[in-house]
């Protein structure tokens, strides 16, 4: 059975990246589950550190995106919106060049909190990084 509350569209999805940090790093969505989402980030110019590899804050960027987005879509329209309050990230492999891809999904769903956990792997398939995301639920406010 789904878990999202509101409608899932990958090109709506894909819009909202507009002039965002995820738009920059070249995060882009590819499919939702019933209770998953997965995107893909390219490992280049935008994305690498000094040394060439796969910079651990873009891993943390594509983690935080996939999670807050999944949060977001499991609050019923009008009840308010996710805001991270921590995220952590194991990196376990390196990566230096193609494209890695993400797969989030929630561990706990509450009313004021969410935590996801977010596994990216590279084009083997093989885990590079280890991801964790602890959302704050805010209820929308009367007339804001």
């Known amino acids: 059975m789904p878990i999202w509350r509101k409608p899932i569209d990958l090109e709506a999805a894909q819009r909202s990246r507009a002039g965002t940090l995820s738009e920059s790093l070249g995060i882009r969505f590819l499919a939702f589950g019933d209770d998953w989402l997965r995107a893909a980030m390219p490992v280049d110019h935008r994305t690498r550190q000094p040394f060439g590899l796969l910079h651990g804050g873009a891993s943390v ?25 921590e995220i952590n990230a194991n990196h376990l492999r390196a990566v230096r060049e193609g494209e890695v891809a993400g797969t989030a999904r929630p561990i706990h769903l509450g009313r004021s909190t969410q935590v996801w956990e977010t596994r990216i792997v590279d084009a083997q398939e093989r885990l590079v990084c280890l991801s964790r995301l602890t959302l704050a639920v805010v209820p929308e406010r009367a007339g804001a």
């Open 61 to 85: 960027a594509l983690a935080e995106t996939l999670g807050s987005f999944g949060g977001w879509l499991c609050i019923a329209p009008g009840e308010g919106h996710v805001v991270g309050l």
